[in-house]
C-alpha cells in the first residue's frame, strides 16, 4: 500500500525562510542594500525628466538642457549597473542557500525509517529530490530576487509620487479595489491547486519509475498494456491539474493588467484638470506620468515570476516535509539472547485492511526457517516485521525478550539484518561498495577480509577479473554490474556485517537457479551457526531448511520439517507438487 510522504505547513516555509536569511545576514544585507540602491537611483529618471521639461518649456539655457539630459542618460547607466549587481548577489545568495539545503534534504531522506520510505514509493521520494529541488533552486536564484526588485521599486515609487505630488498621487487609489479583490480571490486558491499539480507531477514521475524499473515484470506477466494505461491516466491527471491552475491565472493576470493602467488613466485625467486650475506644472505631471509607467515595469516582472514563486512554495512544502519524525527513545543495550519470538502478531498497512492475522511463531538461535507462499500471502511483510523495520499494529516480535521495534537501528542492525531482492550498486569503487558496513575492530576492512566476502558470495573469480580489482570504478558511467552480480555484492556486505539472524527475502531470485544454489551452498559454511529466516521462492531452499513455515492469507497454516510436512500432503505438499 502506496502513502504519500508529508507536507509541510505554510508557517513551517516561512519559518524555513526567515532562518535562511538570518543565518546569512551579511549575504542578505548586502543583496538587500544594492536593490534599495538599484530602486534609489532609478527614482532620480523621472524627476530629471520633469526638469528637462520645465527647462525646455520655461525657455532654460542650451547647457542647462545637456546637463539635464546627460544626467538622465549617467542615471540609466548606474542603474543599470546596480541592478545587475544585486543580481548577481541574489543568484550567489541563491546557490548557498539551496547547496546547503539540498544537503540537508540528503540528510534528512537518508534519516527516514525504511519503512516510510517503502510504504511512500521511491518515485514520491524521487520527484522530491529532483523536480521540487530544482523548482526551489529556480525560484530562489531568479524569482525571489526579481520579486524583491519589483517590491521595493513599487514602493519607493510610491513614495516618490507622494513627496512630489500629493494630490495627483491619490490618482493610485484607483487601482486599490480592483487589486485587493483579485489577489484576495487569487490566493484562496492558487495554493491547493500549486499543491495538487506537483502531487499529480510526482505521481506521473513514480508511475513512469516503476513501470521502467519493473518493465521486465510486467512484460512476463502480460501487464505491459495495464501500466501504459496507468501511465496514461496519471499524464491526464498531470495535465488536468496544470488546466486547473492556468483557468485561475487567466482571470487573475487580466484584472491585474487593469489594475496598473487604470492609475495611468487616472493621473491624466486628474493632470489636466490640476494643470488647468494651476496647481502643477508639465514638468510636475511628467514626472508623476513617468513614475506612473516605471511601474508598470517592475510590475509586470512580478507577474511574470509569481508563477514561480507559487510553484517554489508548494515545492519547499514537499521537500521540507521529508524530515524524520520524533520517535520515543530507543534501546541501545544489546540483546541477551538471540531467539526470536512472535506473539500474536497483526499488521496492516492501513486501518481497514489487516494483512497478517494474528502469528505466533517461535525461532531459536540457528535454526534455518523457510517461509513460503502464494504471492500476496504475507510473506515478505512478516520478513520486514522480523527485522524491525516496521512495527506490528498489535502483537510482539521479540529477539532475546527485547521487542525489535524498540531497538536503536544501530543494535538492531547487528542482530537481524534484511536482504531483499532490490540491490544498488553505487557509483564509487569496488572496495567503497564493500566495506559500507562498519568494522566491528575500527577501522578500514584488508583487501584479504574483502576478498574473502567475495568468496564467500560467489564473487572472487568475477571480481580478479577486473580491470583494477578492488579499485575498480562501479555504477553509472563506471563499470556496470549485471544484476545478479549487484545481488553477490549484497551478500558479500552481509558477511562483512555478521548479524547473528539473517532474513533473505528471496535475496538469489536474479540469480539463475544453478548459480543459486552454488550460491546457497557456499553461503552454508559462512552462516554456520547463524539464525537464518530464508523468503523461499525456489522451494528447495526449503527442503534444505530445518523447518518450514506455509503463510497463506496472513497466517501460518503449516509449521515443521520439510519431510513432515510432504508426509502430511497439505498445502505444502501441494505446492511442491505444483512446482515439479
Given at each position: 500500500m502506496t502513502t504519500r510522504l508529508p507536507l509541510a505547513s505554510r508557517r513551517e516555509v516561512r519559518q524555513w525562510a526567515r532562518r535562511t536569511a538570518a543565518e546569512h545576514r551579511r549575504e542578505f544585507s548586502v543583496m538587500l542594500g544594492l536593490f534599495f540602491l538599484a530602486t534609489l537611483i532609478g527614482l532620480a529618471g523621472p524627476q530629471?525628466?520633469?526638469?528637462?521639461?520645465?527647462?525646455?518649456?520655461?525657455?532654460?539655457?542650451?547647457?542647462?538642457?545637456?546637463?539635464?539630459?546627460?544626467?538622465?542618460?549617467?542615471?540609466?547607466?548606474?542603474?543599470s549597473w546596480a541592478k545587475k549587481a544585486a543580481r548577481l548577489r541574489g543568484r550567489v545568495f541563491g546557490e548557498r542557500v539551496l547547496a546547503e539545503n539540498r544537503e540537508r534534504f540528503v540528510k534528512n531522506a537518508l534519516d527516514l525509517?525504511?519503512?516510510?520510505?517503502?510504504?511512500?514509493?521511491?518515485?514520491?521520494?524521487?520527484?522530491?529530490?529532483?523536480?521540487?529541488?530544482?523548482?526551489?533552486?529556480?525560484?530562489?536564484?531568479?524569482?525571489?530576487?526579481?520579486?524583491?526588485?519589483?517590491?521595493v521599486t513599487v514602493l519607493l515609487t510610491t513614495i516618490a509620487m507622494i513627496v512630489t505630488s500629493p494630490l495627483l498621487a491619490l490618482a493610485l487609489l484607483v487601482a486599490v479595489p480592483l487589486l485587493v479583490s483579485v489577489n484576495v480571490w487569487y490566493q484562496r486558491r492558487i495554493p491547493k491547486a500549486f499543491a495538487w499539480m506537483l502531487d499529480r507531477w510526482g505521481d506521473l514521475q513514480s508511475v513512469t519509475h516503476e513501470t521502467v524499473e519493473g518493465a521486465r515484470t510486467a512484460e512476463a506477466l502480460s501487464l505491459t498494456e495495464r501500466r501504459l494505461r496507468t501511465g496514461h491516466h496519471a499524464l491526464d491527471q498531470a495535465v488536468l491539474g496544470e488546466r486547473r491552475m492556468r483557468s485561475y491565472q487567466l482571470r487573475w493576470l487580466p484584472s491585474l493588467e487593469i489594475s496598473y493602467v487604470l492609475p495611468i488613466a487616472a493621473?491624466?485625467?486628474?493632470?489636466?484638470?490640476?494643470?488647468?486650475?494651476?496647481?502643477?506644472?508639465?514638468?510636475?505631471?511628467?514626472?508623476?506620468?513617468?513614475?506612473?509607467?516605471?511601474?508598470?515595469?517592475?510590475?509586470?516582472?512580478?507577474?511574470?515570476?509569481?508563477?514561480?514563486?507559487?510553484?517554489?512554495?508548494?515545492?519547499?512544502?514537499r521537500i521540507l516535509g521529508v524530515r524524520p519524525s520524533e520517535t520515543t527513545e530507543k534501546v541501545t543495550d544489546v540483546p541477551r539472547g538471540r531467539d526470536i519470538e512472535v506473539r500474536d502478531v497483526r499488521f496492516?498497512?492501513?486501518?481497514?485492511?489487516?494483512?497478517?492475522?494474528?502469528?505466533?511463531l517461535s525461532v531459536p538461535r540457528g535454526e534455518?526457517?523457510?517461509?513460503?507462499?502464494?504471492?500476496?500471502?504475507?510473506?515478505?511483510?512478516?520478513?520486514?516485521?522480523?527485522?524491525?523495520?516496521?512495527?506490528?499494529?498489535?502483537?510482539?516480535?521479540?529477539?532475546g525478550g527485547t521487542e525489535v521495534s524498540t531497538l536503536a537501528d544501530d543494535v538492531l542492525r547487528g542482530e537481524v539484518l534484511l536482504l531483499t531482492q532490490e540491490h544498488h550498486t553505487f557509483s564509487g569503487t569496488l572496495r567503497e561498495n564493500l566495506a559500507l558496513p562498519a568494522r566491528r575492530e575500527g577501522g578500514d576492512w584488508t583487501d584479504e577480509e574483502l576478498n574473502a566476502a567475495l568468496a564467500s558470495a560467489g564473487a572472487a573469480e568475477w571480481a580478479a577479473g577486473?580491470?583494477?580489482?578492488l579499485d575498480t570504478k562501479l555504477g553509472s558511467g563506471a563499470y556496470a554490474v549485471p544484476a545478479g552480480l549487484a545481488q553477490q555484492l549484497a551478500l558479500a556486505r552481509v558477511v562483512l556485517a555478521d548479524p547473528h539472524t539473517l532474513v533473505l527475502d528471496e535475496a538469489t531470485s536474479l540469480l539463475d537457479t544453478g548459480s543459486a544454489r552454488e550460491l546457497e551452498r557456499s553461503l552454508n559454511a559462512v552462516l554456520e551457526g547463524r539464525t537464518v529466516i530464508a523468503i523461499a521462492h525456489r522451494l528447495h531452499t526449503a527442503a534444505a531448511a530445518d523447518?518450514?513455515?506455509v503463510v497463506e492469507g496472513g497466517r501460518i497454516t503449516e509449521l515443521g520439517p520439510h519431510e513432515d510436512l510432504i508426509a502430511a500432503g497439505g498445502p505444502y505438499s501441494r505446492l511442491v507438487a505444483a512446482a515439479s
Open positions: 530629471l525628466l520633469g526638469l528637462l521639461v520645465d527647462g525646455v518649456v520655461g525657455h532654460g539655457t542650451t547647457l542647462r538642457v545637456d546637463l539635464l539630459a546627460v544626467a538622465f542618460v549617467v542615471v540609466l547607466v548606474l542603474q525509517p525504511l519503512g516510510t520510505v517503502e510504504a511512500a514509493g521511491t518515485g514520491d521520494l524521487l520527484s522530491r529530490a529532483t523536480s521540487d529541488v530544482s523548482r526551489l533552486d529556480h525560484a530562489v536564484r531568479f524569482a525571489a530576487p526579481e520579486i524583491l526588485i519589483a517590491t493621473l491624466l485625467l486628474l493632470g489636466l484638470l490640476a494643470y488647468q486650475q494651476g496647481w502643477a506644472g508639465l514638468g510636475t505631471i511628467t514626472t508623476m506620468l513617468a513614475y506612473a509607467q516605471a511601474m508598470t515595469t517592475p510590475l509586470n516582472e512580478a507577474l511574470f515570476w509569481l508563477e514561480d514563486l507559487q510553484v517554489a512554495m508548494a515545492a519547499a512544502r496492516g498497512y492501513t486501518a481497514d485492511r489487516e494483512v497478517l492475522h494474528g502469528i505466533d534455518r526457517l523457510a517461509i513460503v507462499g502464494p504471492s500476496g500471502a504475507g510473506k515478505s511483510t512478516l520478513g520486514r516485521l522480523l527485522a524491525g523495520i516496521s512495527a506490528p499494529t498489535a502483537g510482539s516480535i521479540q529477539v577486473l580491470p583494477d580489482g523447518r518450514v513455515a
